[in-house]
């Protein structure tokens, strides 16, 4: 199949590999935003979205070194083997730049909202390093590969380590967040009045997409299935304050079959999905 004429860039493999599968609802659901030699971005006003966005939000309050600050960390893993649980509709190949595509869109989404020297991405191998650099992180700390809450806890540290009382993290794959809702969370998490979690749920309300934790040094980490009743018993279990925040932009997920098939409708409706003019960028339990 041809690719089309907006499309020339070698880069958009998966838009291309869509139409050859004729299945272009893949194409519309997955507009990799990754460019590994630097190229034209597939949607020349990304970039400009994403400023204008950002100016639309909310200033940020306080500055780095407060302790009523807070940081951004991003935990990313590794593109090559991931989304696992999409291997009975996507072949490996599709699913690493699945995978791109939707941290590529976190990675944007964080750097249009947050201050860069407050934004951090946990992760390891090469395709991590190119991706944060493409976005312009200034912060890259390596990941064991040991999980979400241990890479978590490794971002954890380093916002400490600058002075900052607050810690937000979010997944690095969310198909529909936009800069406003990373904007929001900033907020969210300046907002703290003192010690206590804030837990974003997933869109069945027992996975938790986002988290903001003060102070960040707090053992309250238990990504996985049912985290949010578990992050809710360790903030307990620590005498920390807890509730729970909802954001659409922050509750879908892209993991399994069934997540896939319900974006691909949402958008196909022209609705649900369709948070940004028809282009989306990208748990069972988190």
């Not at 490996?92 to 989404?109: I, K, N, P, T």
């Not at 005498?239 to 932009?249: A, I, K, N, Q, Y």
């Not at 958008?267 to 990208?282: L, M």
């Amino acid at each position: 199949a041809s690719v089309p004429k907006q499309y020339s860039n070698h880069t958009h493999a998966l838009m291309v590999r869509a139409h050859c599968l004729n299945k272009p609802s893949y194409a519309r659901c997955f507009p990799a935003e990754i460019s590994w030699d630097d190229e034209e971005p597939l949607h020349a006003g990304d970039r400009a979205e994403g400023r204008a966005a950002a100016e639309a939000c909310r200033p940020v309050r306080e500055g780095r070194g407060s302790p009523a600050g807070a940081g951004l960390v991003l935990p990313l893993k590794a593109p090559v083997g991931g989304k696992q649980r999409l291997a009975g509709v996507l072949p490996d190949a599709e699913r690493r730049l699945v995978a791109l595509s939707l941290q590529g869109r976190c990675l944007r989404c964080a750097m249009a909202a947050w201050p860069p020297d407050r934004v951090a991405v946990v992760g390891a191998g090469e395709e991590v390093r190119a991706l944060a650099a493409r976005h312009g992180v200034r912060v890259r700390l390596e990941d064991a590969g040991a999980g979400q809450s241990a890479a978590v806890a490794i971002g954890a540290r380093w916002v400490a380590d600058q002075g900052l009382g607050r810690l937000a993290t979010v997944a690095g794959d969310l198909p529909e967040v936009e800069p406003g809702d990373l904007a929001w969370l900033r907020d969210l998490a300046e907002g703290l009045p003192g010690p206590g979690v804030v837990a974003i749920p997933d869109r069945a309300g027992s996975g938790t997409n986002a988290l903001v934790i003060c102070p960040p040094a707090a053992d309250v980490l238990a990504f996985g299935p049912d985290s949010l009743a578990r992050h809710r018993r360790r903030a307990a279990e620590l005498d920390l304050s807890f509730r729970v925040e909802r954001r659409p932009g922050l509750a879908r997920d892209c993991d399994r079959p069934e997540d896939l098939a319900l974006l691909l409708a949402g958008w196909g409706r022209g609705g649900g999905g369709a948070r940004s003019a028809g282009r989306p960028p990208g748990s069972a339990g988190r």
